[in-house]
């Protein structure tokens, strides 16, 4: 596991190279892994959300207060994809939380080019995405977040058990969601894994 994890923390894009990424898939109308309309259509629309985001993304004082006082050298590596819509919404928050700190690598995977890594760290049985791996200097797992905040998987928990499926009006309620949200609650649960792990 961890000769996996060194591997892929040295393959994987910064985040600037990862919006390059996302700026050339919107430039060539593609996406990454298996094409088809509906990915494209999600990852036009998360690579104008991302660039929003980058732009609106705050972290309240006393968060970025604890996140600048990090002392301990880590990186995190995130599972990630342009077609997610949940991590178009997770990635400029945890990029404004690394830039805080210079204890903190951001680092970004494509899901589909790393099974087996995926496959270390599924939800429930499933290839869900984004997942973050908070690995110590010395490239140990210390803690992982994801998919979703817990806000955000109670809202998914609750739709699925009422509809039985998650669908377009769904992802539409989850949209809003995340817009009044304004990802306090990625924060807050980056700031409680945190807390755990000290």
Known sequence: MKTLIEKSVNKAMDYAQYNLLF??????????????HEKIDYTKLNFSRTKRLDKTAKVSEEAMEIFKNILEKQTWLVISEPWCGDAAQTLPFLNKIAQMSENIDLKIVLRDENPELMNQ???????????????????????????RSKAAT??????????GIIDDAFKE?????????KGASVVNDILESLEVKA
Do not use: C
């Open 154 to 163: 109670k809202l998914v928990i609750e739709y699925k058990a009422e509809h």
């Open 121 to 147: 760290f599924l939800t429930n049985g499933s290839q869900s995405i984004p997942i973050v791996i908070m690995l110590d200097e010395n490239m140990n797992v210390s803690q992982t977040f994801g998919p």
């Open 173 to 181: 309620i989850l949209q809003v969601w995340y817009n009044n949200d």
């Open 23 to 36: 700026k050339q898939l919107m430039d060539e109308q593609r996406t990454t892994g298996e094409q088809n």
